[in-house]
Nanobody, 125 residues
Framework: VQLQAFGGGLVQAGGSLRLSCAAS????????MGWFRQAPGKEREFVAT????????MYADSVKGRFTISRDNNKNTVYLQMNSLKPEDTAVYYC???????????????????WGHGTHVTVSS
């Protein structure tokens, strides 16, 4: 499966952005999808994940209540709605996909074999 993330940009603190990740190659409903991010000088970290059906989601504590992950399997697209953005949300955001039994494992980088190129998000103070 090929993944392409887009929707990043520059936004002021308190603002919103919606990232999209388009999947191609195989029906996206087979794959659990995750969003990760990597800030300058830091390791890549988990942001959110959603099961193939869309029925289950998990979030990093740092984004709970502010970010929402969703998916439209008819469009083979996963979204990350980011509200109340903070400067510390500045990072390159990556989407990832893999199949299997959905569990806490999908909060981990090692669970994913398919990655898209990142999209930059910059939050100014």
């Amino acid at each position: 499966v090929q993944l392409q993330a887009f929707g990043g940009g520059l936004v002021q603190a308190g603002g919103s952005l919606r990232l999209s990740c388009a999947a191609s190659g195989r029906p996206s409903s087979r794959y659990h999808m995750g969003w990760f991010r990597q800030a300058p000088g830091k390791e890549r970290e988990f942001v959110a994940t959603i099961s193939g059906s869309g029925g289950s989601t998990m979030y990093a504590d740092s984004v709970k209540g502010r970010f929402t992950i969703s998916r439209d399997n008819n469009k083979n697209t996963v979204y990350l709605q980011m509200n109340s953005l903070k400067p510390e949300d500045t990072a390159v955001y990556y989407c990832a996909a893999d199949s299997g039994s959905f569990s806490y494992v999908y909060t981990m980088i090692r669970a994913y074999n398919y990655w898209g190129h990142g999209t930059h998000v910059t939050v100014s103070s």
